[in-house]
């Protein structure tokens, strides 16, 4: 489904286009209520100010089975940088935020798979919601009515970009992949060399590797990043388009690393011995 094509966007529209302007809307009287007041808006409205763009912007989600701690947005289109974020179910309405998207570049991006910090135990429905990174700091900021900062993207209608999107739930689905067989197994080690790619603002991976082993990370990304390690083992510094980066693993262990310009940029590299 799609919020341009089918006209099945939500029938509200955003006041808080820019929240990082200090405007703020009444939150109701539903203390989760995490979507702004219905107002009339228009896309020259989301225009306005110092801030970027708010409009347009497109959604395509599909109805899916799920392990109830992923969703997957088919596609969605910004107009600045910004995210994809889950509400669950309030009444038929948008809800409180249970999973946002890392940072996503303006522009579309495809297959976006959402881990869900609450994890759904049943199936029903859930409402992916664009917003916009309004701040340019790379750190998802939306709970009203304290917190406004980024703001709900809007499509070439004026109505907020998102969708009901129907999911059942099966505890069984493997939403990670396994190999070819089908079995869940865990994906051979990768030894001597391994790479991760930075693009569409995020890592790829999680990967395992042998100790010993040297991990190139390369930027392939229209921004700067840097691959930092949560525990200081390691740091790229500031990583331009193109530009790469080695560190070798000899001490097996989980890694958790980081992109310091983007926080919301996260991943994983396990060493086995």
């Known amino acids: 489904m799609s919020v ?3 006209g099945l966007a939500i029938g509200f529209a955003a006041v808080l286009l820019l929240g990082a302007c200090g405007d703020s809307a009444e939150s109701g009287d539903t203390a989760d209520a995490d979507v702004p ?18 409009a347009p912007a497109e959604l395509s989600v599909s109805d899916q089975v799920s392990d109830g701690v992923h969703v997957v947005i088919d596609s ?10 889950i509400h669950a179910d309030g009444g038929g309405s948008p809800g409180a935020v249970i999973g946002h998207s890392d940072l996503l570049p303006a522009g579309e991006s495809v297959e976006v798979q959402i881990h869900l910090d609450s994890p759904l135990t049943e199936s029903g429905t859930v409402f992916p919601m664009a917003h916009i990174d309004v701040d340019g700091d790379g750190v998802y900021e939306f709970n009203p009515p304290d917190d406004t900062t980024d703001g709900p993207a809007l499509t070439s209608d004026g109505a907020v970009a998102v969708l009901p999107v129907d999911i059942e739930v099966d505890a069984d689905l493997d939403m990670h992949g396994g190999d070819d067989a089908g079995d869940g197994s ?13 693009a569409g603002f995020s890592f790829s991976g999680p990967i395992t590797v042998t100790a010993g082993t040297t991990v190139t990370i390369t ?11 949560t525990t200081g083992a390691f740091d790229s510094g500031t990583l331009g388009p193109g530009e790469t980066f080695e560190f070798t ?8 690393f980081f992109c310091a310009i983007h926080p919301g940029m996260t991943g994983m590299v396990t060493v086995v011995p």
């Open 249 to 256: 693993f000899d001490t097996p262990g989980d890694y958790e």
């Open 76 to 85: 969605v289109t910004l107009p600045a940088d910004g995210y994809v974020v």
């Open 4 to 6: 341009s094509n089918r």
């Open 219 to 229: 930027n392939d990304d229209t921004a700067d990043h840097t691959w930092t390690s």
């Open 186 to 198: 865990a994906a051979e080690p990768q030894s001597g060399s391994a790479e991760i790619v930075i």
């Open 37 to 54: 007041t219905t107002t009339q808006a228009t896309a020259d409205d989301s225009q306005a100010g110092d801030g970027p763009p708010m």
